[in-house]
């Protein structure tokens, strides 16, 4: 992934930080909700497809935002921070170069194949 998008996707992680910081939540709650989207992994234990359906469901940025968006509309607090968790997670993940996944196996993003360079830095 380019170096740019990297950047990017940092700066959103941040914020998604700084989002949580002034809602108050205290960082334990933060650092136990990190994690969850990364159980969605365990669908890749009945195939690829089910795999990268469950992985996209957990990491899907506009899925964080509804999610968000359904909490501040309704006034549940929960989901609003489940909501930013969500998105902050993905944004970490797209700066280690896991993006959203492919039926053809964990290893095929949406920025390419994990573990390949880039040619163009």
């Known amino acids: ?9 940092l700066v959103l992680f941040a914020l998604s930080i700084y989002a949580l910081y002034d809602m108050h939540v205290q960082w334990w709650v933060y650092l136990l909700l990190f994690l969850g989207p990364d159980t969605s992994m365990l669908g890749y234990a009945a195939g690829n497809r ?11 940025k506009g899925i964080a935002a509804i999610v968000f968006i359904a909490g ?44 390949k360079q880039d040619s163009v830095k």
Do not use: P
Request: net charge positive; glycine share 16%; with cysteine.
């Open 1 to 9: 992934m380019k170096l740019i998008l990297k950047w990017e996707e």
């Open 50 to 60: 089910a795999g990268a359906i469950s992985y996209n469901l957990f990491h899907h």
């Open 72 to 115: 501040w509309l309704s006034g549940i607090g929960i989901l609003q921070v489940t909501g930013i968790v969500l998105f902050g997670h993905s944004c970490m993940d797209r700066v280690f170069g896991y993006g959203l996944k492919y039926f053809t196996g964990f290893k095929f993003t949406h920025l390419g194949e994990i573990g």
